[in-house]
């Protein structure tokens, strides 16, 4: 690994959980694991210094790595525990993926965009070499691999794709960010085989969930 995690970057890291508890964020293994990965291996160099604000920072390809506060937010309602597996949509630079391996959970992870996926599966390959990473369109999910105790979707959708909800394990746990400008944080639990309950939770504004072109 090219890259340092030093004290300086452990104390910004530190400021950055209290940041977050004090947002709302009560779910000390979601803070323990933001505090274990450094948040500033995912990023070029060049934001290194701001990467620990609750913000979003570009990534390449018109994308970007969610806010401290959005990775946490989707960790903590995901409710991840040790084993489950977990389809993420969105790979991006890999910072969400890495934060679910760290938590247990035996991640698979979708991107569309070939350079991303390129650089970040490289990566990853080295950094938590567990998570499976996959060039797709995450609207029709991985159903080789199905069913899905968990699944996280990072980037905003216009509706939730009925691939992703079949996909998902009964008793399992979906989360999405649904709505074209702004996103509603949307909870399914998938109770039985065709029973799901829907949660609206908070609002949020995403990259868009793009449909096809892979
Ligand atoms: N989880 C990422 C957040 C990345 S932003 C992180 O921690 O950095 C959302 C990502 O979703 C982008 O990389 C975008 O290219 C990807 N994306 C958008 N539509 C997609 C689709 N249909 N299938 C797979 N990935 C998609």
Known sequence: MVKKDDYHHRGMRKKMIEGLMAKGITNQKVMNAMMAIPR??????AFAKLIYEDKAFPIGSDQTISAPF????????LNVQKRLKILEVGTGS???????????????????QGKLYKKTSKFLAQFSPGIRCFYRDGFLGLPEFAPF??????????????????QLA??????????????????????????????KMENFRFVPFLKGKV
């Open 149 to 166: 105790d968990r699944i996280i979707v990072t980037a905003g959708a216009v509706e939730i794709p009925e691939k992703l909800k079949s």
């Open 94 to 112: 890999g910072y969400q993926a890495a934060i679910l391996a760290e938590l247990g959970g035996r991640v698979y992870t979708v991107e569309r």
């Open 170 to 199: 009964i008793g399992g746990i979906m989360v999405i960010p649904v709505g074209e400008k702004t996103q509603r944080m949307i909870r399914i639990i998938r109770q039985a085989e065709s029973k799901f309950l829907l949660e």
């Open 70 to 77: 959005t990775v946490a937010y989707q960790s903590q309602i």
């Open 40 to 45: 500033h291996f995912f990023i070029d160099n």
